[in-house]
């Protein structure tokens, strides 16, 4: 019988992990993590390697750490000057640094002690504690269960590419877990004008010979934040929480996302590839597709492109992750759900049944548009800890 077990050990999992540690909430042996990947943050690493990340968008406080300095404090330690770890604005730091005081923190809290490789297919409550039951027949009980799913496995596949890839097309998301083979010769579009894409496209562009071609279906928005600061604190979260319908906080969330978009900095050095023949930029959306042994798009206003691979940077389907199990647990545990398929949980304790508790994107409807980020993630384990320490 454990204490605690967290479903997800990315960026919201181990974030809470890190928390119940620290704040001694939990002795590690008393604590479970259940992930389907060999190491804590997998996805993390994999998206953000995939995409030639170098920087955060977000700021240094924004880490897995309860201290809000931790990460500063890490880098003094380890003498590195401000602007070798951060850069501006907003003191935002190298994903590297970033990436090590996470090991850090995993080794210094001996957080793999905890970690179980696996998938889980059923979650059931009997009396005061629940059952988590693996795909590998493994039963897991404890008092406390966390679903931490990340959306990291839904990427969305425009209709296109489904058609492409059925007539044996080189053509890949960026975020899939299987990797196609790109060649320094093959002339590669990449899809989608986000963060994401414009960060592929770059990376790419110092890799392959041939100018890197980058699709858009809308002008580049440039922003700093994938939503807007204010939903940092209770600038904009308290008018979010005073809704108590739920269609105004989905709406509320769907207004303040900037989804698509980039920061100023990333624009800037996109239009730099641009001028030095690197990139080529295209607004427009894809009418028809053929392939011959080549790839071959029309756009809508009749223009064409023709090739040797796609990648896909567009993004994540907005359903909520982990249903194909949870489901059940909803029917039979008689859990509520809006009308979008999102837990309905306690505002201030993140509680959907008795002991079991969401973060990350099953959250948001409590936390809003900032709750699959990492500082969604330490508000959400700040909530949990100070339900359970209460």
């Not at 590419?161 to 053509?171: D, N, P, Q, R």
Request: glycine content about 8%; proline content about 5%.
């Amino acid at each position: 019988m454990q204490d605690w077990v967290i479903i997800g050990g990315g960026i919201q999992g181990i974030t809470l992990a890190s928390y119940l540690l620290a704040k001694k909430c939990v002795p590690i042996e008393q604590l479970t993590i259940i992930d389907p990947h060999e190491e804590p943050l997998a996805m993390w690493k994999h998206c953000t390697k995939k995409v030639g990340m170098s920087y955060l968008r977000s700021p240094s406080i924004h880490h897995l750490q309860p201290e809000p300095f931790g990460l500063e404090a890490f880098a003094k330690k380890k003498n590195l000057h401000k602007q070798q770890a951060f850069v501006p604005p907003y003191d935002r730091p190298k994903l590297s640094l970033f990436n090590e005081h996470c090991e850090h923190l995993i080794k210094d809290h001996q957080i793999k002690q905890s970690w179980v490789q696996g998938r889980v297919n059923g979650l059931k409550k009997n009396t005061d504690f629940w059952m988590i039951q693996l795909e590998s027949g493994e039963v897991i009980t404890s008092r406390h269960v966390v679903l931490a799913i990340g959306v990291g496995e839904q990427p969305i596949w425009p209709d296109f590419a489904y058609s492409l890839k059925e007539e044996g097309a080189k053509i890949e998301h960026i975020f899939d877990q299987t990797k196609c083979i790109t060649s320094e010769e093959d002339q590669v579009l990449v899809a989608g004008g986000g963060i994401s894409g414009v960060q592929t496209a770059l990376k790419l562009s110092s890799e392959l010979k041939n100018p890197v071609t980058l699709l858009t279906r809308h002008p580049f928005r440039v922003k700093q934040f994938d939503s807007h600061p204010g939903w940092l604190g209770p600038k904009y979260m308290r008018h979010f929480l005073k809704k108590k319908s739920y269609d105004q906080r989905r709406s509320l969330i769907k207004q303040a996302r900037n989804r698509g978009s980039l920061p100023a900095e990333l624009r800037t050095m996109l239009r730099r590839a641009e001028s030095e023949g690197l990139v080529q930029s295209i607004v427009n959306e894809i009418a028809e597709t053929y392939y011959d042994g080549r790839i071959h798009l029309t756009f809508q206003d009749g223009t064409s492109w023709y090739g040797d691979k796609v990648i896909l940077a567009t993004g994540f389907h907005p359903n909520p992750p982990g249903m194909d199990w949870l489901t059940q647990t909803i029917e039979e545990e008689h859990l509520t759900c809006h009308t979008c398929g999102y837990p309905i949980v306690d505002d201030h304790t993140l509680e959907w049944s008795e002991n079991l508790f969401v973060l990350g994107a099953l959250a948001e409807l409590s936390l809003g548009p900032v709750a699959r980020n990492i500082s969604g993630a330490r508000r959400g384990a700040e909530r949990i800890i100070a339900a359970h320490s209460g």
